[in-house]
């Protein structure tokens, strides 16, 4: 995954004695082979203005039924202050076909943050907005996937099994992840996130 930067005023807060920890999903394949993972980390000196939290929308009741080439899923997070959306990252296997992020605010209006027609499961990106949104306490970030389980989908190990939630390539997920940030100086807000 490529470098995550933001401006100099927004970092994630990393307690001392904190732990990472890191889910790798591997599949065999019959050949020895090692683990290339690499984390980076600069550390700041300075508090910065604005800390950094991570956030998903996320769907794990998946049954993709055997032979559907459009099979649509939907999740929604909720905001419960005020926060500025940074980035987003949307994730799925091999069956992944499209991923669209909706983000509607209070007021009713709504703009797409994000829309990839065409999915690639070896391109897991994160599309760092050019404009990061600022959204007011309530307004909702709306997720949808489309998967091919058919046999046109070349990357489509089994079109004939009914495809659940996992880790394996094989089986699938369905998040999206995104990145936002709050003043740091802001109180923990009041109860976790919808």
Do not use: C
């Not at 419960?80 to 994730?91: G, Q």
């Amino acid at each position: 995954m490529p470098t995550l930067a933001w401006d100099n005023d927004t970092a994630f807060l990393v307690k001392a004695g904190s732990h990472f920890l890191f889910q790798v999903h591997y599949t065999v394949n019959g050949t020895a082979s090692s683990d290339r993972s690499v984390l980076g980390l600069k550390l700041r000196t300075d508090s910065p203005k604005f800390r950094a939290h991570s956030g998903s929308a996320m769907q794990m009741r998946l049954a993709i039924p055997p032979h559907d080439p459009n099979y649509q899923v939907q999740a929604a997070y909720t905001f419960l202050e005020d926060a500025t959306v940074l980035d987003v990252t949307p994730h799925m296997h091999l069956r992944g076909k499209a991923f669209k992020y909706v983000l509607t605010y209070p007021d009713g209006r709504s703009e797409v943050l994000l829309n990839v027609p065409k999915y690639a499961f070896d391109w897991q990106l994160s599309y760092v907005l050019a404009e990061p949104r600022h959204v007011p306490a309530g307004s909702r970030l709306d997720v949808t996937a489309w998967y091919d389980n058919s046999a046109t989908n070349k990357a489509n190990p089994d079109p004939s099994q009914t495809v659940r939630w996992g880790d394996q390539t094989f089986e699938e997920m369905m998040i999206g992840f995104f990145n936002y940030k709050v003043p740091a100086d802001r109180p923990e807000p009041a109860g976790p996130p919808r």
